[in-house]
Every structure is written in structure tokens, then in C-alpha cells.
């Protein structure tokens, strides 16, 4: 059973940068469907980010062009690199993972870390 634990959640300016870091422990996630969910105080999680065993990714359309998902398979660790913030991004960020090679949208997944806080002030 694969361990996620998030990191890089920080404060920002609304225009910044931050990059998020999920480290995996417990089992490869070298083979799974990997994510990037968020929840904003009052609203229901969401899914931002997704790549497959593969490398194909998928995108929530508010973050289209400003987010980018990525692995290292050496590190076992997952990354969700975000450029040109938001406060609308402001939200508890988590990352998850889905047995299995594929990604079907950002339903069916199955393990989840614990968060890391973003905010983003204007």
C-alpha cells in the first residue's frame, strides 16, 4: 500500500510560482495513474492535474496552461509545478493515486496524502 505525503504549500502573491511535491513511500507509483486534487474552504474537492503510467497528462480547464504535472520515477515522487497563481487557486492541496496504468478523468482514486495549504493573496 503506497504512503503520499505533500509538500511545498506556502503563501503567495497573486502572479507567483510554487511547485508541490508528493513524496511516495510503501510501493512504486512509477505505475499508477497519478493526481492533483484541491479544496477550497466552502467548495467540494476537485481534480486539477493527472498523469498516467505513461507520461499523458490532463488538465482542469481553470488550470490549462498555468499548471504542470510531472513525475521522477527515481524519487518515486510526483510534482505539480504552478506558475501565474490565483487567489481563486487558494485551496488545500492533495495529491492521489489510482492502482492501475491508466487515468479515467479524475475518478477512481484510491489513495490519498494529507494536504499542504496554498494561498494565494491578491
Known amino acids: 500500500q503506497v504512503q503520499l505525503v505533500e509538500s511545498g504549500g506556502d503563501s503567495v502573491q497573486a502572479g507567483g510560482s510554487l511547485r508541490l511535491s508528493c513524496a511516495a513511500s510503501?510501493?512504486?507509483?512509477?505505475?499508477?495513474?497519478m493526481g492533483w486534487f484541491r479544496q477550497a474552504p466552502g467548495k467540494e474537492r476537485e481534480g486539477v492535474a493527472r498523469?498516467?503510467?505513461?507520461?499523458?497528462?490532463g488538465y482542469a480547464t481553470s488550470v490549462q496552461g498555468r499548471f504542470t504535472i510531472s513525475r521522477d520515477s527515481a524519487k518515486n515522487t510526483l510534482y505539480l509545478q504552478m506558475n501565474s497563481l490565483k487567489p481563486e487557486d487558494t485551496a488545500v492541496y492533495y495529491c492521489?493515486?489510482?492502482?492501475?496504468?491508466?487515468?479515467?478523468?479524475?475518478?477512481?482514486?484510491?489513495?490519498w496524502g494529507q494536504g499542504t495549504q496554498v494561498t494565494v493573496s491578491a
Open positions: 492521489a493515486a489510482r492502482t492501475g496504468d491508466l487515468c479515467f478523468g479524475f475518478a477512481g482514486f484510491n489513495f
Open positions: 498523469i498516467n503510467s505513461y507520461g499523458g497528462t
Open positions: 510503501g510501493d512504486t507509483i512509477n505505475s499508477d495513474c
